[in-house]
């Protein structure tokens, strides 16, 4: 059931965050525009923006973390974050990204840790909708 009610509210999240397509920028850019991160099994939603970062796990209620602005890891990004003891680790990577449930594929891969437990998962730029690129 939770699944269904997931999967019903997933266009929203895109849409959501979701505008004009645009060619992908530089590391400056990204921290400008933010990312919307995504990730199946369990289901879970984040959102890096400079107001905050957006933590959502399907059934519960989002948690919102104080922005920190990325430490450079290699090619990608690490956002560190904490809040009321909870530790959260956002890494962000370049590089085509399939979420294994759809024919979409996104730009970046990304992991999250919380909580003592890594979640996998894809990556796009807000304002940005991978499902029309390349279609």
Do not use: H
Request: hydrophobic fraction near 35%; charged fraction near 20%.
């Amino acid at each position: 059931m939770k699944l269904i009610i997931f999967l019903a509210i997933l266009p929203l999240l895109f849409a959501n965050a979701c505008g004009t397509s645009g060619p992908k920028g530089s590391l400056s850019d990204t921290v400008e525009k933010g990312y919307n991160c995504i990730g199946t099994e369990p289901f879970w939603n984040i959102k890096v923006e400079k107001t905050g970062i957006t933590y959502l796990r399907m059934g519960e209620e989002p948690e919102a973390f104080p922005y920190q602005a990325a430490k450079k890891q290699g090619a990608g990004s690490v956002y560190e974050t904490t809040v009321k003891g909870r530790r959260l680790v956002v890494t962000i990577t370049p590089g085509e990204c399939s979420d294994g449930m759809s024919d979409n594929t996104y730009p970046y891969s990304v992991q999250v840790e919380i909580d003592g437990e890594t979640l996998r998962g894809c990556a796009f730029l807000l304002g940005q909708n991978p499902m029309k690129e390349g279609k």
